[in-house]
């Protein structure tokens, strides 16, 4: 049988990048919420066509990468059906970041639970803390999305309604190491990134703008973790390629 391969970097070093990870997340946070509960979306902002809402597309082109099949997506514990299109405009562009959100938190719930139930082998503790960390941004970062739907009379996206996540399921429980996880981790947290690069230079509302900007460096900061747990040094890069963000059409409401 071969063996998983071992973590790339020390307890101590991952333990470390936590730290500063939630210390990025908890400085930056609190504006954000700010900006949120001041935000009221304009009519411009509400009837923004479908080009607009190309801004903040979410997976789907991480499934076009041939050689990275197993981190094209990741698990929702719950299914949706299509609801007709109760989004649009920059409304669309907001529920798409809240079901991206609600995508990362499922992902490492499903990852928690399969190192809890013992098919992931030994998951070092540090691994787990990180887990849990960027999940619980994650969380923070879908609330503030969904209250912006709120906001505005919409329902809040409280699952992954979009058109990868069956396959992302069985994606998951494909999954038999911590590098499994974190390969399929990696491939979310690095379209996510990407994705807020891009809705920065879309999205119509300046508080959109913010809002994704300000999420970004953190997002990019779980991706290089995962990296660094990998032994994949994540080479700097002047300007994020935005080229995994997808059009909005695997939103399935």
Request: charged share 20%; aromatic share 4%.
């Amino acid at each position: 049988m071969t063996r998983p391969e071992p973590m790339q970097i020390s307890e101590a070093q991952l333990k470390s990048m936590t730290r500063d990870l939630d210390d990025l997340h908890e400085s930056t946070f609190p504006e954000v919420r700010r900006t949120i509960a001041d935000f009221t979306p304009s009519r411009r902002s509400l009837l923004l066509g479908a080009g607009g809402a190309v801004a903040l597309g979410v997976l789907a082109a991480c499934g076009d990468d041939k050689d990275n099949d197993a981190t094209t997506a990741a698990p929702s514990a719950m299914t949706s059906s299509a609801a007709g299109g109760a989004y649009t405009g920059d409304l669309k562009i907001v529920a798409l970041a809240a079901a991206l959100e609600n995508l990362a938190v499922t992902a490492y719930d499903g990852a928690l639970k399969r190192a809890t139930d013992g098919k992931l082998g030994t998951v070092p503790p540090a691994v787990a803390t990180f887990v849990q960390t960027a999940r619980k941004q994650h969380a923070d970062h879908a609330a503030v999305w969904n209250s912006v739907l709120t906001k505005a009379g919409k329902p809040a996206i409280t699952d992954a309604p979009l058109t990868i996540t069956a396959d992302a399921v069985a994606a998951l429980d494909k999954t038999a190491s911590v590098p499994d996880v974190v390969k399929l981790a990696l491939g979310l947290e690095d379209a996510a990134a990407q994705t807020y690069t891009f809705a920065t230079a879309n999205v119509s509302d300046a508080g959109g703008i913010m809002t994704a900007a300000t999420i970004q460096p953190v997002e990019a900061m779980h991706a290089a973790i995962l990296n660094f747990v990998l032994g994949q040094y994540p080479v700097p890069v002047s300007f994020i390629p935005v080229d995994k963000a997808a059009k909005p059409d695997i939103l399935t409401k």
